[in-house]
């Protein structure tokens, strides 16, 4: 996919440079990555732009800051508003005012972030697992995070941690190749540990009420990331609201379930 993509970089609010990859063209459908050592655009939809773009849209594909080849800065707490605001700022200068958002796990959290406050921005919502919809210190007692915390904030994480983490991502470890992990564990070496242990994120469930943008959701049975609650919470406080749950599949659907995610997706968005 990295050879069909168009890649540039923005400077944003603070001095920080968002990096921005895009193919296809139509309306804009923004992929925003989860969190994690080595995440990037790239390699958390590698199995889903393409199609989408092959589909009609122009597919947005960020790198959060602290991620991918964006800035990377150290010493700093990780907030949502951080993540919100530099996306954000980013896709305006990319010349995008109005997008639908796709986010997985944090990634989720930053579109819910968005549609909440720039509801003008925001055309529709395709979410999967999505974080930020719970009090920080329940996500830290899941245990797909706890061993994040504890193995990327330690002074010895090396390769073989970085494989052992995506294994949690997902529930059939055929998805863990060994590119994926190379791939991730270059970027994971450019990123301070600040990105993980100082990442602080709201609970924005009190306000999913005011959502009034269709919402697909998907969430996977096995999932180690985010309370299987969080379905709930959606499907009492939204107004316009559909789930697909799988069974044997983790956190990462869209990888698990490419080819099943991409099609609900599609029908979502064309209906």
Partial sequence: MASELSRKTHGVTGGY???VA???EGPAVVFIHGSGPGASG???????AQVFADGGYRVILPDLIGYGASS???GIDYT???FTSTLLEALKAHGIEKAILVGNSLGGGIALQIALDHPEFVDRLILMAPGCIHPREDYFKMPGIASMVSSFGGPDFNEDEQRRLITNLVYDPVHVTDDLVKERFAVARTQPKDVIVRMRTPD???RLNELKMPILLFWGYNER???????NLFLEACEDVRCVTFNKVGHWVQVERADEFNRYSLAFLNG
């Fill in 17 to 19: 440079d968002i990096s």
């Fill in 22 to 24: 895009e193919l296809g």
């Fill in 42 to 48: 790239a390699s958390n939809f590698r199995q889903n």
């Fill in 72 to 74: 990377k800065p150290e």
């Fill in 80 to 82: 949502l508003d951080l």
């Fill in 204 to 206: 924005l469930g009190p």
């Fill in 225 to 231: 990331f985010m309370p299987l609650e969080g379905i």
